[in-house]
């Protein structure tokens, strides 16, 4: 009953690292999301997967790249950090991205500090 | 583009009060609005979802209803207690072939006993 994993939990990375941040899901769902999540700024969409072998853009991509390794997983990589990526970063799965009838399950985050 | 708003931003009550939650959102062109609840420093737990047809949905003490033509939706808890202290996020479903989830800022509810 894991629903949506993320890991780690916690990262700190010095100016100029990269990492991969890793999800997956055990519910099957077609769709994938990353989103970070900033004080005063809400949850901002950074990429998308609708289906397994497509990502697309959200709205704040710049600095950051994804993978659908498969139907199961999707991940996140930050291939330069910069403190401006200091954030809270969510994901979350959905049964599909164009049958718009199905919620959001989102995982329990990754607090990353970009020093 | 779509903008989801949420008033208050915080809200302090007493133990046993029922209250009112309010969102709004600019573009009534939704296929669903999404309640979520989130403790500090944890992740997302969806509380109820409002399908653009439907008026409102209820879970135990929660109730949601949804105007889509005005734009607005409220959550109602009733009889407060200091374990529903936590953060409250309105996420609504925009059309469209992406029909992502956009949010709200929340609101930071405090229940004092």
């Known amino acids: 009953n894991a629903g949506v994993t993320q890991t780690p939990k916690f990262q700190v990375l010095k100016t100029g690292q990269s990492m991969t941040l890793q999800c997956a899901q055990d519910?099957?769902?077609?769709?994938m999301y990353w989103y970070r999540q900033d004080p005063g700024m809400g949850l901002r969409l950074i990429y998308y997967?609708?289906?397994?072998?497509?990502?697309d853009k959200g709205e704040v991509p710049n600095g950051y790249n994804v993978s659908r390794l498969n139907k199961r997983e999707f991940s996140l990589r930050l291939e330069s950090a910069a403190p401006s990526q200091t954030s809270v970063y969510f994901c979350?799965?959905?049964?599909?991205?164009?049958?718009?009838?199905?919620?959001?399950?989102f995982g329990s985050g990754t607090r990353l500090t970009v020093v | 583009k779509q903008e989801v708003t949420q008033i208050p931003a915080a809200l302090s009550v007493p133990e046993g009060e029922n209250l009112v939650l309010n969102c709004s959102f600019t573009?009534?062109?939704?296929?669903?609005l999404q309640w979520f609840r989130q403790d500090p420093g944890k992740g997302l737990t969806s509380l109820l979802l409002?399908?653009?047809?439907?008026r409102e949905q209820t879970s135990g003490r929660l109730n949601a209803s949804l105007d889509k033509s005005s734009g607005r939706s409220t959550l109602y808890i009733a009889a407060s207690q200091p374990g529903d202290s936590a953060t409250y996020l309105c996420?609504?479903?925009?059309?469209?072939?992406?029909?992502?989830?956009?949010f709200g800022k929340g609101t930071k509810l405090s229940v004092k006993p």
């Open positions: 519910m099957n769902h077609n769709s």
């Open positions: 996420a609504v479903r925009g059309g469209g072939s992406q029909g992502n989830l956009i």
């Open positions: 573009d009534s062109a939704i296929y669903n």
């Open positions: 409002i399908q653009s047809s439907q």
């Open positions: 979350a799965s959905s049964e599909y991205s164009t049958g718009p009838y199905y919620g959001y399950t």
């Open positions: 997967s609708a289906s397994e072998g497509t990502t």
